[in-house]
């Protein structure tokens, strides 16, 4: 058994010996809304509006570790996210509530990597989970957060090219797994956060 155990670590560490180490910064947009048909106790939201989607700010740093066209991308990333409730009637005298919710997102994804002359044609899958930082701030209409749990957890599926082995583009969307909403309903419905990221990579090691 030790000796299967050292032949092991062995080739995990000739592994890593060989593989590719980049390291980076991005930043991006993102498009975050929610999905649900669970609001029935905030009657603000059932009778009077629709959901719509938010564009915030994201940024922070990435590692990437490469063993040929497979690699292991890590992130770090301060994400701006939320959602926002519209009147569905124009000439209503409720007003656009947005809930924005500030986000320490650690990100682990498998990446396959196509390599090309000039460009990198890459896919990418993986958990992306999302810790608040603060409290969420409500513009708008009084909206119960004691209702919700922002802590949240994700799956995130990307595609994207890296150019001339410098920058790179990517477009990302994410699925809530975690239901948000913690307010007891008769019903079973869920409450997932999701969002849709575009984003600009710049490496610098």
Known sequence: MKKLTVALMCVLLASFAFAQFDLGVKLGANYSYIDTEEFNAQLYIEEFSD??????????AFAVVGFGPIALQLEGLFSMEGFAIVPEDP???????TIRTNYLNAV??????????IVEPF???GVNVGIPLGESVVEGETIDLEDF???????????GVKILDM???ELRYVQ??????????????????NLVRLSVGLYIF
């Open 51 to 60: 959901l719509a989607n938010i564009t915030g700010f994201v940024g922070g």
């Open 91 to 97: 000439t209503s005298v409720l007003e656009t509530t």
């Open 108 to 117: 682990a994804m498998g990446r396959f990597n196509i390599d090309l002359a």
């Open 123 to 125: 896919i990418s899958a």
């Open 149 to 159: 749990d922002f802590t949240k957890l994700g799956l995130a599926f990307g595609a």
């Open 167 to 169: 920058v790179e583009v």
């Open 176 to 193: 809530g797994l975690t239901d948000i909403y913690t307010a007891t309903t008769d019903d079973t419905e869920t409450t997932f956060a």
